[in-house]
């Protein structure tokens, strides 16, 4: 039996317990969330000021040169680079993870076509994000219509789905609704093995636990910084490329910030030699700013410590409710096997809507995704073990007293 | 002669007068670089502080539904529909203005395919700002292999340009070098008699001058929302669409905000049934926020006046360039007609780069476009007629006491 006590004690020693001050959160909250929208750092407010009001306000365009707006998406991604097992000028932020991912899966397949010009198939898993699987169908309606997307069911299937014809795979390193997490370098090896390219979406895994890119010898990646990074809504996401590949691929948002010579003005295009080609347009320079400081607080950290946080946090989650909430039928989704869980818990309960609902009532903020899955995000630098204790506690409360059978906790007029 | 006098006579009669306390302008400063990056409205700062204080901290992710995360793309394009002639439900504000046009470039294109399949050539002017000729070309050579862009020279040729062979044209509507105004109506009859289909880019003229889009049977619009609208650096450019296409069209970065039910984790993409379907990924909040900022400002203004005001300085500046600076050589490249300039003034010089280098050291921000051209930018709501006066004499002195003549101000170190 585990007691708040033992959780107590938990946090006590915890290493990372001093993190949580960095961060400004809400009151009254246990915030169950940060793989979806990550709290904001302390110095976040700050920096945007500084932003607006001395960046924008007083020093006006001299900023593209002053405060280096040109060269932030390079900088942030340089930045960043620890955390995915990166080198330098390998990594940029800049627009979203689903543009990010047409980018590299324009260049991936443009490459394919070159080395392997009979392998028409894109193959996903059929459980990812769906905005990367209608990325590959809006590429292949319009310009890929001889490539084919093909969807494989479970993870243990990917061994075998994975053959001759499989030119680009795209994958979720942590599946967003199930937490399962992929085995960066077997996968790697799978897919080139068969003379395949890989593209791995971070979305779920960067800033949750160590990622080497390039020592596990993949492609290409993209991913969010909004959620375990802490960036701010929607501020805009990583894109990473194998600086073997870089010079071989090109892609087709070839606006002007991926210009060799941008103020050249030349009428036509020149692409950068180096990951700067992956750029397009003018950044959203305000949240791009801000994508700096929830990276910084990641620097000060050990990522094997907030990996180890995370895996002792989610253990503790489901064996909690497992000793607490045992007859109410919650369906474990996540892996139980460390080496295959990312770092957020899903149960399925045919209440699961409406139980997160009534959760959110009582401060505890999960989400909801279909079908039937209640979704807790683990974020080890600002949950403690009593945090999680607690939150069971309110699952258990919910569940025993039927909280969640209420007609309004039951219409799905949320978008999130 | 004009005299400072009159200058000053004609602010104390300007009917817009009392729209520059409405911005947040740095001292000791002309600004004539709004056509770049727009100055701050009052109320950013303030904007900001509740998006990231309330919205972010406090709310987290209750504020998809709370603060109405998820529909500002729409509701901002619905905001500033007036300043474009645009209905309810035609505009969205997302992603980069590059990003918008690969969008509506690929819409056209894919239309032109069926309705007209002999048709292959994308028409473009030479003199385009250039990120709109570099993603025709990342759109042709990916997609359209077997379409052309062809490039003229002159706006006036554009008239024996559009032929039986065109597509597509994408024209600026005012153009970023030399302020030459296209008249939208009857670029759009002429191109339609060719059963071409036209797409606007309106960086240099939303909120310069007023625009008819629907009035004018225009076809596609995409456009800057940090130039003449202040929307900050970087923000999310917008992206309209005729509604009477809406339905025939679709786009390539189909990611899952354009999708019909977002929420439903669909597998398999179907396009929202209106300008939804334009949307991709998830947008940068805080820099998407501020857009509401500069619009605010615009709504308040009758468009007719702003213009009239922006022709008036901009008569006023090319005069007095005349009048106080005729012995050095400034070459004018902006028309003199009205019916075909926007708000800027741009002259040549071969010690162009140099002069605006000095003049910034003066205070006077204007700024360098390839090759020789001094540019300054009219904003109608925060200059007044003194400003352009003052602006003029420091151009005098610049020219008269070859402050160029430095080689500080010639090193070409700076990116804009």
Redesign the interface.
Known sequence: MITLQQCEQWDQADELAAFKAKF?L?PNTI?L?GN??G??PRH??ER??EV??Q???????????KAG??TLPVRLGDQMSPLIGAGPGETIVS?????NL?KVL?AAV?LQKERHPEKKVILAE?D????D???I???N???GKDYRLE?FDDPADLQTAVNENTAVVVLSHVNYRTGYLHDMQATNRLVHEHNGLLIWDLCHSVGALPIELNSSDSDFAIG?T?KYLNA??????LLWVNPKLMNQI??????????KH????????EAAPGIERFL?????????S?VACGVDVFLQTDLQAVRRKSLALTDLFITLVEQECAEFGLRLVTPRDHHFRGSHVSFAHEQGYAAIQAL?ARGV?G?Y??PEVMRFGVTPLYLSFVDIWQAVQHIKAVFANREWDKPAYKTR????
Chains 1, 2 share one sequence.
């Open positions: 400004d809400p915030y969330d979806s929208l709290a904001m976040a407010m945007a000021q607006i009001s960046e924008w306000r007083t020093d006006l365009i001299n900023s593209w040169n707006w040109w627009d979203s993870t689903s543009i047409f324009a443009n059929r990812s994000f769906p905005t699987l209608y990325i169908e809006g590429f309606a319009f310009f969807l969010c909004y701010g809504p929607g501020a805009p996401a090109s892609q087709p948002l070839s606006g002007w910030w991926g210009h941008p103020f050249a003005m030349s009428p036509s295009y397009c347009g003018t950044q959203p320079i305000v949240s791009l801000l959110i903020i989400d995704r279909e007029s949320k978008v999130t």
